[in-house]
């Protein structure tokens, strides 16, 4: 994962930003549920799920590279395609973190959103191929 290139303060904030998008349509699936769980267990973070009065600019601080940005850019969009879809209300959400992070380049938005999609695609694929 790429999340390892990150210190703990960055994981943890990472998983209260991914906490707060996987509710942001106001159902949180059990596929995000399983992401949460399995990246906080991951990384030795507190696993709680209220993160909806976070605070994106102070959350924000410790991101202070442009790695740990990008990272928590493509986490924030794995997260948003758990459910099977990267929906509007994510999708805001996600482009205002990236903005506020200072991510403002729509096309660099774009490339992580589609090596995102991507790494989905591979998987499905190889699950399939498995299956058959």
Known sequence: MFADKLNQAQRQV?????????AADHNISEEEIQYLKEFS???????DL???DINFDDA???LNTKQAKIITLQELIK??????????????????????MGLNDPELFMRVERWVRQGFDWLYEGEQMLED
């Not at 990472?14 to 996987?22: G, K």
């Not at 948003?80 to 903005?99: C, N, R, T």
Request: aromatic share 14%; net charge neutral.
């Open 14 to 22: 990472v998983f209260d930003l991914a906490a707060n998008i996987a």
């Open 41 to 47: 267990e991951l990384y030795g973070l507190k696993y």
């Open 50 to 52: 209220d993160k909806a």
């Open 60 to 62: 924000l601080v410790v």
């Open 79 to 100: 997260i948003s395609y758990k459910d099977g879809h990267f929906g509007k209300q994510e999708q805001d959400k996600v482009f205002l973190i990236a903005q506020k």
